[in-house]
């Protein structure tokens, strides 16, 4: 999620940190656009999954210990919050297809305390820059708008917590919309937030919100298959037949 426009001067950690967000925006890409549960969404997973992981924990390495060099000139509060959550929303996408279904452990209680630090974070944070004289909106309300969506990711970990577990087309659901997020930070933050080290003509130009939104575009159209139609239902009949 972060680049440095000063090319030379990039260190090694800052390389792989660039190579793991370019390969998990591409994976991501594919994941979502071949047919779910195949081999190859399954490959493109993965390698999407272990991307994140990759991207999201150099980031807030670089956010904590190379201020200079942060995502998009945001603030490394800003970099280290969306960073761990962007790894807690891949974590718990995969876990949620990797666990059997209507099971529940202590991973799951785990990424809820892990979720909720990150929310009070972020409106600690919030709080504080709003409360700087003269402070322009932009500079506090993206702290309050990552809050309100940690703190859903919180309320949906409660709920299949008190549950015991969750499947179904439910268990699907969950898993699309946390990588679909996931990817979505990863598109937004280099297709908006690096247009530095793109060429003259591309900065600045309305297209490049096409690729940034896409994942949401994509994970609306999979999640209306997925809970408003007999895709899952007809695909899970399929399997079991075959």
């Known amino acids: 999620m972060t680049l440095c426009a000063n090319i030379p001067e990039m260190s090694p950690i800052l390389i792989v940190h660039i190579s793991a967000g370019t390969l998990g925006i591409v994976s991501g890409y594919a994941a979502v656009s071949v047919r779910k549960g195949g081999r190859l969404h399954r490959l493109f997973g993965t390698v999407f999954f272990l991307s994140m992981l990759t991207v999201s924990t150099l980031a807030v390495y670089l956010a904590l210990f190379v201020p200079p060099i942060h995502s998009g000139g945001a603030p490394p509060s800003a970099s280290v919050s969306v960073g761990i959550l962007t790894f807690y929303l891949a974590a718990t996408a995969w876990m949620t297809v990797k666990r059997k279904e209507g099971g529940v452990g202590l991973f799951e209680k785990g990424a809820l305390i892990a979720v909720l630090g990150v929310t009070v974070a972020l409106l600690i944070f919030g709080l504080r820059t709003a409360s700087i004289p003269k402070a322009q909106p932009g500079s506090y309300v993206p702290f309050f708008v990552f809050a309100c969506f940690a703190a859903f990711a919180a309320a949906m970990d409660l709920k299949v917590i008190l549950r015991g577990g969750i499947s179904g087309a439910p268990r699907i659901a969950r898993h699309l919309w946390r990588m679909c997020f996931a990817l979505f930070f990863a598109a937004a933050f280099f297709f908006l937030g690096q247009q530095g080290v793109m060429p003259r003509f591309m900065r600045g130009s309305?297209?490049?919100?096409?690729?940034?939104?896409?994942?949401?575009?994509?994970?609306?159209?999979?999640?209306?298959?997925?809970?408003?139609?007999?895709?899952?239902?007809?695909?899970t009949v399929g399997s079991a037949a075959s």
């Not at 297209?207 to 999979?222: E, K, S, T, Y």
Request: charge should be positive; hydrophobic fraction near 65%; avoid cysteine.
């Open 206 to 235: 309305p297209i490049l919100f096409v690729p940034a939104l896409a994942p949401l575009v994509l994970m609306l159209f999979w999640l209306f298959r997925v809970r408003l139609t007999n895709w899952f239902t007809n695909k």
